[in-house]
């Protein structure tokens, strides 16, 4: 059996353990998932009623064109059908991308720590990765700017940053976009979009208009809370699309998720009620690190993450003995912090008195 070296060198997504699992294991009635930055508040009603309202016939593929979700956020983005490429999250729209340009003859730049699909799928095809340290949770574009040379193929750009929730300003991101070859793609994973409350922030579909090389990608599993149907979608000029259609599994996206999802972005009240909602419980959570002395990123998404100066396994463990999930920070490059989703009203104050009583 032949399997790429690049191959062998990777662990398997390792999941973890189910929420029944947990309460089992510890005997508790309730636990609060916080680990994944899903929606607390689930999805619009609108989904299921157009689900219900749908029969659709299982036996059949799906539109393997998207129509009807293309239609959709044609009407959202007032933006041509042939500028949306459409995934199986956003997560296979980073795997497309990877696939369709990069091999072992070139490189690719990104952040560290950041969302980890980019490196992963850019080792899978081979190609080096340039990895530039953030500063303070910021990407340091001057820095990814600069380590571009004749053999970078894609550049990495995610906004609001996982795991810190930093985003980038409209006159860092232009400046940046300025330096960057125009035969270089740049991605710009804006996964926690609907949840940027920053004054400074960018209008990425103009920018999509004015550089050719720039692709942005979104997702409805985040502040759209359809995580479980797996639908994402990149954003870019015609051509970018074109190229990179080929790679595209004709059926990635299945019926269901194509009609949830497009029922979900006609419900924009739910949008705007979950962005409020999470600002409320980042506001709640800032004070709290405030009162207790923790440092903490200034968050643009849907989560915190948060330093505690002691081991994060050992924070983890702590507060899931208390009934809340979080993600240690070991994994995304802080050993010391944890990255906590933004819950409900409820869920954010059983959080911070989970935590009160640890630390
Ligand atoms: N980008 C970022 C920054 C993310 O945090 C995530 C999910 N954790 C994704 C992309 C992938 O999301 P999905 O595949 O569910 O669209």
Not at 135 to 158: E, F, P, R
Not at 279 to 305: A, D
Request: charged share 25%; proline share 5%.
């Amino acid at each position: 059996m032949y399997i790429k070296d690049q191959v062998k060198k990777l662990t398997p997504y390792k999941p973890g353990k189910t929420v029944d699992d947990v309460k089992k294991e510890l005997g508790l009635d309730e636990i609060i998932k916080l680990a994944s930055n899903e929606n607390p508040f689930g999805c619009s009603k609108k989904v299921g009623e157009e689900l219900t309202a749908n029969a659709l016939n299982y036996a059949i593929y799906p539109d393997g064109g998207g129509t009807v979700l293309r239609k959709a956020l044609t009407e959202f983005y007032q933006l041509p059908g042939d500028q949306f490429i459409l995934g199986n999250g956003s997560d296979e729209i980073i795997q497309i991308i990877a696939r369709a340009m990069l091999d072992s003859s070139k490189n690719t730049v990104m952040a560290t720590p950041t969302f980890p699909q980019y490196k992963h799928n850019a080792v899978i095809e081979g190609a080096e990765v340039l990895e530039i340290p953030l500063i303070d949770g910021v990407h340091d574009l001057d820095k990814m700017a600069q380590a571009v040379n004749d053999q970078t193929a894609v550049v990495w750009v995610c906004s609001p940053n996982n795991p810190t929730g930093v985003s980038i300003s409209d006159q860092d991101l232009k400046q940046f976009l300025n330096k960057i070859p125009n035969d270089v793609v740049i991605v710009l994973d804006e996964a926690y979009f609907e949840y940027v409350a920053a004054d400074d922030y960018y209008d990425s579909l103009e920018l999509i208009q004015q550089y050719p090389n720039l692709i942005v990608t979104r997702t409805f599993s985040k502040a759209y809370g359809l995580a479980g149907f797996r639908v994402g979608y990149g954003i870019a000029q015609p051509a970018l699309i074109q190229a990179l259609e080929p790679v595209r599994e004709p059926f990635n996206t299945n019926s269901l998720a194509q009609l949830a999802a497009s029922a979900a972005l006609k419900d924009q009240d739910f949008i705007k009620y979950c962005k409020e909602q999470n600002r409320k419980g980042i506001v709640k959570f800032q004070q709290f690190c405030e009162e207790y002395g923790l440092s903490y990123f200034p968050t643009q998404g849907n989560f915190i993450l948060i330093h505690f100066n002691r081991d994060a396994d050992e924070m983890f463990e702590s507060l899931m003995k208390k009934g809340i999930i979080a993600r240690s920070g070991h994994a995304l490059g802080y050993p010391e912090s944890l990255r906590i989703t933004i819950g409900s009203e409820e869920q954010v104050e059983k959080t911070l008195k989970a935590i009160k009583e640890i630390i």
